[in-house]
């Protein structure tokens, strides 16, 4: 096992945002971590990663505790990219990408081939090669999220973890996002954890989803057995039903709308207000 | 694996610049040499520089001239580096030395300083003593790097960042001038110009004892800075980015806030808060390094040693007999200069 975390607590103060998270991480899985908002994703994730100080529990990678290790050893185990990161100004996405490496340099070695065709690697799975001397400032929002997945990418990590990668991406974006997640992950054995709204997207490319209310994970298994499990509509308190798009597609969940149930045309009168 | 991205160098116009600037770091201190308040030819000072000359011209040039030279240059170098460092750490283009109340605390201890070495020296205010000129510089060091760790302390009681460094900085910066000046105040002997002359900032009768009592900070923050560099281009981000890549970010905000701690405390004990420098210098070495980080630094320290060199003797032919202290030229160029960079920030 990859990653191995039990028990995981977190409290702000008084609130506690994380209580009793468990999780285990094969290499090569993709897992979607889901949950309304306020539930303990970004926590979690952030717990996982020993970037928020854990109140009980461990998070071992390989055996060894997260807790233990220098951030540059965990930095070249584990690579995390959070919600909305924000970048010094007139920093380039190639200087951005370039200190993804810093976990193998380190303070003094010089950057050599290996780092390079890592760096260019990293840009062109990202198709922004061409983008490596524009200052991020001048980028879309898109653009710049997928400078820092290149620069987590450049860290070489076994395990990724992704807060709301897709959120300010465009639909074309985010299916290459999910798309580069995949391929990482089956053809390079990266270990995915990402927090993700879109529910229907973490159907398709989730090998396992976590489902979180509250600060604890209520549901931890194959998408199929979500669906099964009528779980979805209580957490985020909506009406709905998956529906099977394909024989071996994982299936869609359809959400009702007022619209659907009592549709109203468009009068005059309520157009006139 | 696909065509590489185009390779990641420095841009050439500012790789051009580190001669261009590593002459005028030379060039400044020699032109500061030949011009001064006494009116020596050119060919006596050429003459002592080479080994000879006339004894009031030695006595000029090596007792008077070189030592201010060489002192204001290795404050520069150490006002500009701590505030390059300070505006890294914090992410913040307006953070100085005392924003971590450094020039605060050597002012406080440096009023307290004098006030007791007055009044515990001499009783009666008519009387001029000989004030202990010699301790200003370890004194005034001593009450910046205490200023400077208790904000450390406040700042670490809570989580170690930018904004908490900043808060408490001010904070406690305004505590200690208010004392200092209450002290001033209610002091109100002749004596205060000694202070004031101090405040302001100067090199006005600086001797080689000041330069030797910068010299091994200077060498020490200049040796540590290589170690700092990726450190520091990690501290550019906030701290759930810098530790993700790697950085220990609590340590190494330390170690830099530190540094920059040590370079500005030992700076302003010798010459007094020369302000500005520490603001402007890091602010134009970014204009001219044009984006690319790694030049930033040594931009710093060569225009920190430039620019003090160049405002002191600006200070020394403008104001003549009278001359004009440094802190007061740095303050009257600067201001444009800050207007004319903030014209073109966005």
Redesign the interface.
Same mark, same amino acid.
């Given at each position: 096992m990859l990653l191995h975390a039990r028990d995981l607590t977190v409290r702000y103060g008084q609130r506690t945002a994380l209580s009793g998270f468990a999780l285990q991480l094969e290499p090569g899985e993709v897992r979607a971590l889901i949950g309304p908002n306020g539930s303990g994703k970004s926590t979690a994730l952030q717990a996982l990663a020993g970037l928020v100080g854990a109140a009980a529990g461990r998070v071992e990678i390989e055996g060894r505790s997260v807790f233990a290790m220098g951030r540059r050893e965990l930095a070249r185990h584990l690579a995390f990219l959070p919600q909305q990161p924000v970048a010094p100004d007139e920093m380039t996405v190639g200087q951005l990408v370039r200190q993804g490496r810093f976990a193998h340099v380190g303070l003094f070695k010089s950057y050599g081939p290996d780092d390079e065709a890592t760096i260019a690697w990293a840009l062109d799975s990202t198709g922004l090669a061409r983008f490596a001397e524009r200052p991020l400032n001048a980028l879309s929002g898109g653009e710049r999220q997928r400078a820092w997945i290149s620069a987590a990418l450049a860290q070489e990590a076994r395990i990724l973890f992704l807060d709301e990668p897709t959120t300010f991406l465009d639909i074309g974006y985010q299916v290459e996002l999910l798309d580069l997640v995949y391929r990482l992950s089956r053809e390079r054995g990266v270990a995915v954890v990402m927090a993700i709204h879109d529910l229907n997207q973490a159907m398709s490319v989730a090998d396992r989803i976590s489902v979180m209310e509250g600060g604890r994970c209520v549901f931890d298994g194959e998408p199929g057995a979500l669906a099964s499990s009528g779980l979805i509509e209580r957490v985020f308190r909506v009406q709905g039903r998956f529906v099977d798009l394909a024989p071996d597609a994982p299936p869609h969940f359809d959400v009702d709308l007022l619209r659907r149930h009592s549709p109203v045309g468009l009068t005059a009168q309520s157009l006139s207000h | 694996? =696909?065509? $590489? %991205? &185009?390779? $990641?160098v420095a841009h050439p116009p500012a790789r051009r610049l580190v001669p261009l600037l590593v002459g005028l770091t030379l060039l400044a201190p020699l032109v500061a040499v030949f011009f001064g308040v006494a009116d020596l030819p050119l060919g006596d000072v050429a003459a002592v520089l080479t080994g000879g000359g006339s004894a009031e011209a030695r006595s000029i040039i090596l007792d008077i001239r070189l030592p201010r030279i060489v002192t204001g240059m290795l404050a520069g170098m150490q006002l500009a580096t701590a505030g390059f460092l300070l505006q890294t750490i914090t /992410?913040n283009p307006l953070a100085d030395p005392s924003l971590i109340g450094v020039s605060q605390g050597a002012t406080l201890s440096v009023t307290l300083f004098l006030m007791i070495a007055v009044y515990s020296h001499d009783p009666t205010p008519t009387t001029l003593v000989a004030l202990p000129w010699s301790w200003l510089p370890a004194v005034g060091m001593l009450g910046g790097l205490v200023a400077g760790g208790l904000i450390y302390l406040m700042t670490l009681r809570h989580d170690l960042g930018p904004l908490r460094l900043t808060l408490c900085g001010v904070a406690m910066g305004a505590l200690l001038q208010a004392l200092a000046l209450g002290i001033v105040a209610g002091w109100g002997s002749s004596r205060m110009e000694v202070l004031l002359e101090w405040l302001s900032g100067s090199l006005y009768a600086r001797r080689w004892e000041h330069a030797v009592f910068l010299a091994p900070f200077t060498v020490a923050g200049l040796a540590v800075l290589p170690?700092l !560099?990726? &450190?520091l +281009?990690?501290l !550019?981000? +906030?701290s =759930?980015?810098a /530790? @993700?890549?790697? @950085? %220990?970010?609590r340590r190494d905000f330390s170690a830099v806030l530190f540094v920059s701690c040590a370079l500005a405390a030992s700076a302003v004990g010798a010459v007094g808060p020369i302000v500005f420098v520490g603001l402007i210098v890091p602010h134009l070495a !970014?204009k001219l390094a044009r984006?690319h980080?790694p030049l930033v630094l040594p931009l710093t320290v060569a225009l920190g040693a430039i620019t003090v060199t160049v405002c002191d003797l600006l200070g020394r032919l403008l104001g003549g007999a009278d001359e004009i202290p440094i802190g007061v030229v740095t303050a009257l160029c600067g201001v444009p200069v800050l207007i004319a960079l903030l014209r073109r920030t966005p």
């Open positions: - | 694996m =696909t065509p $590489l %991205a &185009p390779p $990641l /992410r170690l !560099r990726r &450190p +281009e990690l !550019r981000f +906030e =759930t980015v /530790r @993700s890549f790697g @950085s %220990a970010y !970014r984006g980080f």
